[in-house]
């Protein structure tokens, strides 16, 4: 025995060395991964609208995308200031990867073992943001803000409300709503898991929100944004976007999808997160009675009623596609979980009705859904809408990491820091090598280089977009046409006439049009008749011979000035 225990301290060492060594490599692959300037998907869309800002568009009204301007600025930043994209995928390296710096600052003064492990639980969640939200999407923007939220009201736990604290904090939770909406409900989960006290949640999340609202107002009223992106994109936001798979309420309660995505990037992580759930409930201050204690128990039993059918659906799915004997089980299924949600709602009676420390599991159950419903706010459940659920991770992190320790929780942060040594090794990884060669894919940029020289030689200011996501117009020095400037079958039905009308009028102007496919819903025949009327692939005498390895088919519009 006593020899197992001098072992202990020289293993821990090497663990501890060892684990921040692979925390170090995967901050700097991030990084690397980052800085090779891929874009993919939404990215290509942020840096055109981003394009037409320096050209002198504005947002929602020339070039309409469904995200708040965060996005925008950045990418307009970035060229205005390089001329490319280096530093808006500097910036995007950045916050991903300063995670576990800004983690640092929750608390100044702490212990070694508290600061090797808020390094490494921030490596943790940059993987995890990086993996998922990397190639300059929007949600690695946004969560940075909100983690930063976190950070403030960690900071200034058990402490009186200062200024400078309610000013931050304004900062940060405007921050993360410019970058997307929905990480609203992220920092109003954030500020239920710290708030204590009503009169602390009122401090410290609804004057700073109020006073981030007000602000945000006034800028786009200055900027001409204002009406636009009231009476347009929220208009679409609100009244289709997030209800086209149905009640986004509904999806908020599947919390289940948060726990199966957590497992697949690591088994380690999901441990992790039930860890410090689990060390937040139970750090009460005091001794819970027996019926307190029961009433737990009821609770608790409950979730996992709730949680066990949707989490083998799930699997389910994931696995294989369900038997009809698995389907008819569902159904079992779902009586459970109507008897669990009245043993919830009388358990929780309970529990809040007799002290309001053990309300904490409310607390925690009401941050989850929140978190699942921004995640679910589109109804897609993308890899990169998770990330809206890391800052309420980091929350629950740091509440674990400072809490008041005893014996017991330095023994299980050391298991903490093998656990996480073990995440180094078992989440899953990008493959850099495939991801290089996909980021030197000359089509995309050369079809946009082709565009530019077709438009400068035949003096056009700007050229039709006609198809779905593509990285090319997020690398043309000329903005397409707009505001739709790349199609959705969603916004081109008969509910959405402004959007038709715009195509239409849009396409009666363009003298040049990238066709690469039909996405244009019941406008298609409408569209497809005027390019077969008015034009063709044989290109002006202006434009000279014309590049065919195209990311799509170049069209021109016939008697066009050569």
């Known amino acids: ?18 684990g921040l060594v692979c925390a170090a490599y ?20 942020f840096w055109a609208v981003g394009r037409g800002m320096i050209n002198g568009l504005q947002p929602y009204t020339d070039l309409f995308e469904i995200k708040p301007p965060g996005i925008f600025w950045t990418s307009a930043l970035s060229l205005g200031i390089g001329g490319d994209m280096t530093i808006g995928h500097a910036i995007s390296a950045a916050v991903i990867c ?22 490494l639980l921030g490596t943790l969640l940059s993987s995890y943001t990086s993996l998922n939200a990397g190639e300059y999407q929007v949600e690695a923007f946004g969560s940075f803000f909100a983690i930063a ?8 736990q058990g402490m009186s409300v200062r200024y400078i604290d309610i000013a931050m904090a304004t900062v940060a939770i405007g921050g993360a709503i410019a970058f997307k909406e929905p990480f609203l409900l992220s920092c109003t989960a954030i500020g239920l898991l710290y708030a204590e006290k009503p009169q602390r949640f009122c401090t410290m999340f609804l004057i700073p929100l109020a006073v981030a609202l007000i602000l945000g107002t006034g800028i786009f009223f200055a900027l001409g944004y204002l009406d636009p992106y009231l009476n347009v994109y929220l208009a679409e936001m609100m009244g289709n976007h997030v209800y086209r798979y149905g009640s986004p309420i509904t999806r908020g309660l599947d919390v289940t999808r948060l726990l199966v995505h957590a497992t697949q990037f690591s088994p380690f992580f999901f441990l992790l997160l039930l860890g410090c759930i689990a060390s937040f409930i139970r750090s009460t201050g ?18 996992i009623a709730l949680v066990i059918p949707s989490l083998f659906h799930q699997l389910a799915i994931y696995i294989v596609a ?13 009586y459970v979980r109507v008897i669990a949600a009245l043993s919830f709602i009388i358990g929780s009676i309970n529990v809040v009705r007799l002290d309001p420390a053990p309300s904490r599991i409310l607390r925690v159950i009401a941050a989850l859904i929140l978190a699942t419903l921004a995640a679910g706010s589109g109804g897609e459940f993308y890899g990169h809408h998770f990330v809206f659920a890391v800052p309420v991770f980091t929350a629950l992190m740091l509440l674990w990491l400072h809490s008041e320790r005893n014996p017991r929780t330095n023994r299980l942060a050391a298991a903490v820091i093998i656990f996480i040594f073990a995440t180094t090794f078992f989440h899953t990884r990008r493959n850099n090598a495939e991801a290089l060669r996909l980021a030197d894919s000359s089509v995309p940029h050369l079809t946009a280089s082709e565009i530019d020289r077709i438009l400068d030689a035949c003096g056009q200011d700007r050229y039709m977009h006609i198809g779905g ?40 102007q363009a003298d040049t049009v990238l066709y690469r496919e039909d996405r244009l819903g019941d406008i298609y025949d409408e569209v497809h008749g005027y390019l077969t009327t008015y034009f063709s692939s044989t290109p002006p005498s202006c434009a000279g011979a014309v590049e065919t390895t195209l990311d799509g088919q170049l069209l021109f519009r016939k008697g066009s000035r050569g």
Not at 26 to 45: F, P, R
Not at 98 to 119: A, E, H, N
Not at 149 to 156: G, L
């Open 1 to 18: 025995m006593k020899a197992v225990l001098r072992l202990q301290k020289p293993v821990l060492i090497t663990l501890v060395i060892g």
């Open 26 to 45: 995967d901050l700097w692959t991030a990084a690397q991964y980052e800085m090779l300037q891929t874009i993919w998907g939404d990215s290509g869309v």
């Open 98 to 119: 300063l995670v576990p710096g800004l983690l640092l600052l929750s608390k100044p003064k702490s212990d070694t073992k508290t600061i090797v492990l808020t390094l």
């Open 149 to 156: 939220y976190a950070v403030i009201m960690q900071r200034s």
């Open 286 to 303: 005091r001794i819970i009675t027996r019926f307190e204690t029961y009433n737990i128990w009821l609770v608790g039993v409950s979730i």
């Open 322 to 334: 369900p038997s009809e004997t698995m389907r008819s089980l569902l159904w079992i299924g779902y």
């Open 469 to 508: 996501l593509t990285s090319t117009f997020g690398f043309t020095k000329h903005s397409p046409l707009g505001p739709l400037f790349w199609q959705r079958n969603d916004l081109l039905d008969d509910k959405h006439a402004y959007f038709q009308k715009s195509v239409l009028s849009a396409l009666k």
